[in-house]
């Protein structure tokens, strides 16, 4: 026990004096240099007050017998605080923890341990919801978001790189630990990542996918794989597929399934598909292309059909230029190209009335069939409205396709933890 140097007593006529001599307020010097201002009772025991230690730290609450006892806040010299029941200067009963960084625990202590049920939240908003035995987890729940991590799991963890048990100083760090567990492998406990999102969108030539596509790219960031850009710069190229295809791309009719095939099988396997998910567009355009995309293991989460009647495209498309330099389209009478590019802009071959009556015939001869694969997930959409009317179904055909995709996720995700635990 420190020595007292100093006792002053606040509530008479500020009597000086080096020991307690009787109940009352006083501010007590110690010679360590810690301090006490507070009530002393009739035992001349400390009552209530703030313990001030040299260290930094403070206790602000009752006492029995002169040890901390009742509602009590201790300070630790960080800065890190205990607000809550105490007995015989020992954290014991309900209680908080609010430490510096944002973390709290909240639950029940027993001889400054915690014992029972708790609750450490995390500054991120991670929770560990568990049951503690002298300090140690027994048992806990990670969660953080749609992520949560069994008690196998967290102990697991725990055991591979700290103590045999899941001490109180461990808890705090948990959260850390994952991070850092996480990084160094992805062994499928890791955020719910979600699936990259996997649209078709339909319709027949000039029904404005083109133009919906674009803002699809831009909004959801999905790549946009369209057959009749890749064919169209294989013929550019002069390559041997661009050789192959050429004629029958003229004539407005459709290239052979094997070809389109092959030539969109190896586009799914790129990175950024992989990555940012695929917006197709203008295929599958035949059934034998729907089964091979089924047969690749690519799932579709929304098939959006853009409907407009036939003789509305024959006049869309006899009347469309496109810019060689940009690749944006134009339509000389329902929106012309700005002047500046008036001379540049061209006619695609297969834009013609022969032509696209040979196209319409192909697309309606086959989009019977293609449906039957996708109905599940179709959403229709008039394709004769101007084109910010479809944007806004298009927009919230993706956004709900993208919830019911996350949800899905998040549900195998719960189960593969339940089945974990
Ligand atoms: P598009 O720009 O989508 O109208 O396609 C232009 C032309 O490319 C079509 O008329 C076909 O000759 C060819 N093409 C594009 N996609 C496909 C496909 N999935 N299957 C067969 N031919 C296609």
Same mark, same amino acid.
């Given at each position: 026990m420190a020595l007292v140097v100093s006792v002053i007593y606040l509530d008479g006529d500020q009597e000086k004096g080096t020991k307690i001599s009787r109940a009352g307020k006083a501010l007590v010097q110690f010679e360590n240099g810690d301090q006490f201002e507070g009530?002393?009772?009739?035992?001349?025991?400390?009552?209530?007050?703030?313990?001030?230690?040299?260290?930094?730290?403070?206790?602000?609450?009752?006492?029995?017998?002169?040890?901390?006892?009742? %509602?009590?806040?201790?300070?630790?010299?960080?800065?890190?605080?205990?607000?809550? &029941?105490?007995?015989?200067? %020992?954290?014991?009963?309900?209680?908080?923890?609010?430490?510096?960084n944002g973390d709290v625990f909240k639950g029940h202590y027993e001889h400054n341990m915690r014992q029972g049920e708790g609750v450490y939240t995390y500054a991120s908003g991670a929770k560990l919801t568990g049951t503690w035995d002298k300090g140690a987890v027994v048992e806990a729940v990670w969660e953080h978001g749609s992520r949560r991590l069994s008690t196998r799991t967290v102990l697991k963890k725990l055991h591979s790189r700290l103590s045999k048990r899941f001490s109180v100083s461990s808890a705090r760090s948990f959260a850390k630990?994952?991070?850092?567990?996480?990084?160094?492998?992805?062994?499928g406990d890791g955020p719910v990542k979600l699936k990259p999102l996997g649209v078709i969108i339909s319709g027949a030539p000039a029904s404005g996918k083109g133009t919906q596509c674009e803002m699809i790219r831009e909004t959801f960031g999905l790549t946009h794989l369209s057959t009749g850009d890749m064919l169209r710069a294989a013929v550019a190229s002069n390559s041997p597929l661009g050789q192959q295809v050429k004629s029958v791309m003229e004539s407005g009719g459709l290239v052979s399934d094997d070809l389109v095939i092959q030539a969109v099988r190896e586009r799914l396997d790129q990175d950024d598909v992989r990555e940012h998910g695929f917006?197709?567009?203008?295929? /599958?355009?035949?059934?034998?292309?729907?089964?091979?995309?089924?047969?690749?293991?690519?799932?579709?989460?929304?098939?959006?059909?853009?409907?407009?009647?036939?003789?509305?495209?024959?006049?869309?498309?006899?009347?469309?230029?496109?810019? /060689?330099?940009?690749?944006?389209?134009?339509?000389?009478?329902?929106?012309?190209?700005?002047? &500046?590019?008036e001379d540049r802009v061209v006619q695609r071959a297969d834009d013609t009335e022969e032509k696209v009556k040979v196209r319409l015939e192909a697309f309606h001869d086959n989009i019977g069939n293609i449906v039957t694969y996708y109905e599940p997930v179709m959403v229709e959409i008039d394709g004769l409205q101007a084109k910010e009317d479809v944007w806004t179904e298009v927009e919230a055909a993706l956004k709900q396709a993208r919830d019911d995709a996350e949800a899905a996720s998040k549900k195998e995700k719960d189960a593969a933890a339940e089945a974990t635990d």
């Open positions: 009530e002393f009772g009739e035992d001349l025991n400390k009552k209530d007050g703030i313990y001030t230690w040299a260290s930094g730290a403070s206790y602000e609450g009752t006492y029995v017998d002169g040890g901390k006892s009742g %509602q009590g806040t201790y300070v630790y010299p960080n800065g890190d605080r205990y607000v809550g &029941e105490w007995e015989s200067g %020992q954290k014991h009963g309900e209680g908080t923890e609010l430490y510096v630990l994952v991070q850092e567990e996480d990084a160094e492998e992805d062994n917006l197709l567009d203008g295929f /599958p355009r035949t059934a034998a292309q729907a089964e091979a995309l089924a047969d690749l293991g690519v799932s579709v989460d929304l098939f959006l059909m853009l409907n407009v009647p036939d003789d509305a495209l024959v006049a869309r498309v006899t009347g469309r230029r496109i810019d /060689p330099e940009t690749g944006n389209s134009y339509h000389v009478e329902f929106n012309p190209p700005p002047e &500046e590019i």
